[in-house]
């Protein structure tokens, strides 16, 4: 059974950071492509990164990139994100995926996290 588990959400202050992780478990880790999506209230769910099966590429939305940076430990099964100068609309639902294809696409990932929440105060 395939396990996608993050942490490390949590209430920080505007311009603070976060690492947000996600370990995973049943699954050969070292051959999916590994992804971060997030979602508000009210929004639908959008990319945020993705990082390549051996960490060669990675790829980032554009209302992160520079701050955000994905990186993935495959020896441990973990992705992580490490977020900085956090901003209000950074809040949402974070949620780590898997998918056989390196893609911002979502439809391309075939296994999904519960999420681990985001709020940042202004």
Request: glycine content about 6%; overall charge negative.
């Given at each position: 059974q395939v396990q996608l588990v993050e942490s490390g959400g949590s209430l920080v202050q505007a311009g603070g950071s976060l690492n947000l992780?996600?370990?995973?478990s049943?699954?050969?880790f070292r051959t999916y492509?590994?992804?971060w999506f997030r979602q508000a209230p009210?929004?639908?769910?959008?990319?945020?990164a993705a990082v390549s099966r051996t960490s060669?590429?990675?790829?980032?939305?554009n209302d992160v990139k520079g701050r955000f940076t994905i990186s993935r430990d495959?020896?441990?099964?973990?992705?992580?994100?490490?977020?900085?100068?956090?901003?209000?609309?950074d809040a949402a639902v974070y949620y780590c995926a898997a998918s056989r294809e390196y893609s911002y696409f979502?439809?391309?990932y075939n296994y999904w996290g519960k999420g681990?929440?985001?709020t940042v105060s202004s």
């Open positions: 992780s996600c370990a995973a049943g699954l050969a492509a590994m992804g009210g929004k639908d769910r959008e990319f945020v060669q590429s990675t790829y980032y939305s495959n020896a441990e099964n973990t992705v992580y994100l490490l977020m900085n100068s956090l901003k209000p609309e979502s439809y391309n681990t929440h985001v």
